[in-house]
Every structure is written in structure tokens, then in C-alpha cells.
């Protein structure tokens, strides 16, 4: 009788547990709302850019500098120069067509020096544009070949010995550079005696000429202002 009791108690009593258990669950959390999408900012537009020429302008050629020829040097200034210029050492020579053309220009035969010395150029028939040159009373002689000079005049060279042989218009010399001594100066061929003369009465004008100069102008004076 009891067990009937308790079980019609227990029967009763189960629906009212089930009801709440069921309040004491915690509601379910809504739902979450989606966010509406944002449309992303367009792309910026690229740059235009120019399109650049591989090609770079044409340069204009520049034109080829003037060389403005030497001014002609004095004799004394000359002879000055070439006996301080070295003589090349290369033993090893071929002429160019400028050098014979020098070479035809040399006074050839004696000449007569100061302090009675006589010197004596004679051509080399073997080698064209080469001769020999011998102070009178040694037995040193000279091979000596043409070359370009700085001032102009006549210039032979030996590169074995070192020496030189100066002809200007009116006189000559022979030098040895190694031993820094001149041989023979004031050497002179009857053609160049004919110069010399002919200089002393007719003397080569000067390297500057004042009247080429400009002069210094006075300053003018400044005319007066009127005052208003």
C-alpha cells in the first residue's frame, strides 16, 4: 500500500521537475547578426606616365679646334730654344715625307765658325735625308737625320752621340747635349754670310710691335647734371 502510495506521488511529482529543469537552462543566445558588407574603395587609376623616346637627341659634332700656326720666334730666341730641347735617343729612324722635305733645305759643305773653327756637312748618298757632320780637326763624325723643330728652324740630330746641329737664316752651331757643351758657334756658309748682311741693313722687324698694342684711352670727363 505504500509502495503504491509513493509511486502515485513520484508520478505526480515528474512533470512539475521536468517543467523546472527546463526554466533553469539558460536561454540559447541569439543569433548573430551578420555585419552588412562594406564595399571596398575602387582601385586607384595608375598614373599616366609619358612614354619616353629610347632615342636621345642628336648632339651636334663639335667642330675640329683651329690650331693657330707658332708665332715666329727671333733668331736669338731660337736658338735659345732648340739648344735647351733634348735630342731623341731612338736610333731607330725613318723619315717622314716632312723630314726629307727639310732636309733638302740644308746648307751642305763648310762653314766657318768663330775661334777658327770650320765645320763641314756633307749628305749621305747611301741614306737619303742623312748627313754627316764633322768638326774640322777631330775625328768624331756625326750621322745626323732631320727632325720637326719647335721654333721652326733647321735641326739635325744624332742619337747615338747626343748632338745637334742648329742652321738659321744667318748662322749655325753644333752642340753635344751629353757633355753640355757647344762645339762650333756662329758657323757660317757663304749663303749665310749674304744674310747677315744683309740683316744689318735690313734688320727683321721686332717679335711684338708697339703699334700693335692698344693703348689706354683717358677717361672722358662726366658732363654736369642740371638740377631741376
Known amino acids: ?6 509511486a502515485t506521488a513520484i508520478a505526480l511529482a515528474a512533470p512539475t521537475l521536468a517543467l523546472a529543469q527546463a526554466d533553469s537552462k539558460p536561454a540559447a543566445k541569439p543569433a548573430a547578426v551578420a555585419k552588412p558588407a562594406t564595399a571596398k574603395p575602387a582601385a586607384k587609376p595608375a598614373a599616366k606616365t609619358e612614354a619616353k623616346s ?17 708665332p715666329k720666334l727671333a733668331r736669338t730666341a731660337a736658338k735659345a730654344v732648340e739648344a735647351v730641347t733634348p735630342v731623341d735617343d731612338d736610333t731607330s729612324v725613318v723619315l717622314s715625307a ?7 733645305r740644308v746648307e751642305v759643305g763648310a762653314s766657318k765658325c768663330e775661334l777658327g773653327a770650320n ?10 735625308g742623312f ?12 750621322h745626323m737625320h732631320p727632325v720637326e723643330s719647335r721654333t721652326g728652324a733647321i735641326r739635325l740630330e744624332d742619337p747615338r752621340a747626343g748632338a745637334l746641329w742648329l742652321q738659321l737664316g744667318n748662322k749655325s752651331m753644333l752642340m753635344n747635349q ?3 757643351e757647344r762645339l762650333a758657334d756662329d758657323c757660317q756658309t757663304p749663303k749665310q754670310v749674304a744674310v747677315a748682311e744683309d740683316l744689318k741693313s735690313h734688320p727683321a722687324p721686332a717679335l711684338f710691335d708697339a ?3 692698344p693703348q689706354p684711352q683717358a677717361p672722358q670727363p ?7
Do not use: C
Not at 629610347?54 to 707658332?70: G, Q, V
Not at 716632312?98 to 733638302?104: C, G, K, P, Q, V
Open 98 to 104: 716632312d723630314e726629307l722635305a727639310i732636309a733638302e
Open 119 to 128: 765645320v763641314v756637312v756633307t749628305a749621305d748618298e747611301k741614306r737619303p
Open 54 to 70: 629610347d632615342s636621345k637627341p642628336a648632339t651636334t659634332a663639335k667642330a675640329a679646334p683651329h690650331h693657330k700656326p707658332a
Open 222 to 228: 662726366k658732363a654736369a647734371v642740371k638740377k631741376k
Open 1 to 6: 500500500m505504500h509502495k503504491l502510495i509513493l
Open 131 to 142: 748627313f754627316n757632320v764633322q768638326l774640322q780637326g777631330q775625328k768624331v763624325r756625326y
Open 178 to 180: 751629353k757633355i753640355g
Open 211 to 213: 703699334s700693335d698694342i
